[in-house]
């Protein structure tokens, strides 16, 4: 079993940065890739980043390459989402999440997932 709790959600205006930290405990982060999936009102669930267990991959959805970085620090058992450039378009509950498989996450897909912290970008 993992535990994942989000944290650095907030309000901030359009074309500032926000990141998102994403604490585990349970198991050692280095077992998993990690995630990182966002749902804004009425919206679907969008996957937003993904880093892969040791091999420093990474993938990100088109609508945020370029302005977000996902990292992760396995010492500490943290992933990081830094976002730039932020945009209205960006408001939503990000939720970090975790799986086995890199590809899996890029699906869509998780097998264990925080409660959420909600980013607000005001125009």
């Known amino acids: 079993q993992v535990r994942l709790v989000e944290s650095g959600g907030g309000l901030v205006q359009a074309g500032g940065s926000l990141r998102l930290s994403c604490a585990a405990s349970?198991?050692?982060?280095?077992?998993?890739?990690m995630g990182w999936f966002r749902q804004a009102p009425g919206k679907e669930r969008e996957f937003v980043a993904v880093s892969g267990r040791n091999t420093g991959e990474t993938y990100y959805a088109d609508s945020v390459k370029g302005r977000f970085t996902i990292s992760r620090d396995n010492s500490r058992n943290t992933v990081y989402l830094q976002m730039n450039s932020l945009k209205p378009e960006d408001t939503a509950v990000y939720y970090c999440a975790a799986n086995l498989f890199i590809q899996v996450m890029r699906a869509g897909s998780y097998d264990y997932r925080g409660q959420g912290t909600q980013v607000t970008v005001s125009s």
């Open positions: 349970g198991r050692a982060l280095s077992s998993y890739a």
